[in-house]
T-cell receptor, first 114, second 117 residues
């Protein structure tokens, strides 16, 4: 079962930053925060992950609250191609069984307006 | 350069038939997965295999039988297809070893849309 809470949908304007929130109040000390996205008619795609510190990569930035009970995925300049469902997932890499698998929730459907 | 490839992309079949979906990855990963996405877009894990060995079977009916001839392939065979099996099936892989988790990302295929009529 997903242990994260995300808004069902969000809207953004093209070329503006987007902040996608995720609440995970029951996160354990060994849970990593992963973000995936699913573009229409495609498989999910890895975006970013982190543990405690903020993370940046070519796709996005991940801002993690100091108490780790929430995080925010930041797309610095949204493009039409970023319209997708974004999933925030907790994963504990210490588990080799089902607890270590990617368990998807409902995610946030991001719409980008031109 | 396709990392995880699934065939066929679309599959339309009648109830009661038996069908297979193939999956291959060229990433050198040792773990592969099958996920099912139903009409409500909810993604659910079905199986995971590590080095040809079944790790996880998430209460999937035994009409579904995964087969892994080698660690680069994980095929899904479905017997006696039912209307409720209609969904998009995604194959994925990751560098993940049994008993020792990995924090690497999963790479997904583009999916197989199965329609049972």
């Amino acid at each position: 079962d997903a242990k994260t809470t995300q808004p069902n949908s969000m809207e953004s304007n093209e070329e503006e930053p987007v902040h996608l929130p995720c609440n995970h109040s029951t996160i354990s000390g060994t849970d990593y925060i992963h973000w995936y996205r699913q573009l229409p008619s495609q498989g999910p795609e890895y975006v970013i992950h982190g543990l405690t510190s903020n993370v940046n990569n070519r796709m996005a930035s991940l801002a993690i609250a100091e108490d780790r009970k929430s995080s925010t995925l930041i797309l610095h300049r949204a493009t039409l191609r970023d319209a997708a469902v974004y999933y925030c997932i907790l994963r504990d890499p210490n588990y080799g069984g089902s607890q270590g698998n990617l368990i998807f929730g409902k995610g946030t459907k991001l719409s980008v307006k031109p | 350069d396709t990392a995880v490839s699934q065939t066929p992309k679309y599959l339309v079949t009648q109830m009661g038939n038996d069908k297979s979906i193939k999956c291959e990855q060229n990433l050198g990963h040792d773990t592969m997965y099958w996920y099912k996405q139903d009409s409500k877009k909810f993604l659910k894990i079905m199986f995971s295999y590590n080095n040809k060995e079944l790790i996880i079977n998430e209460t999937v009916p035994n009409r579904f039988s995964p087969k892994s001839p080698d660690k680069a392939h994980l095929n899904l065979h479905i017997n006696s297809l039912e209307l409720g099996d209609s969904a998009v099936y995604f194959c994925a892989s990751s560098p993940f070893s049994r008993g020792r988790g990995s924090n690497y990302g999963y790479t997904f295929g583009s999916g197989t849309r199965l329609t049972v009529v």
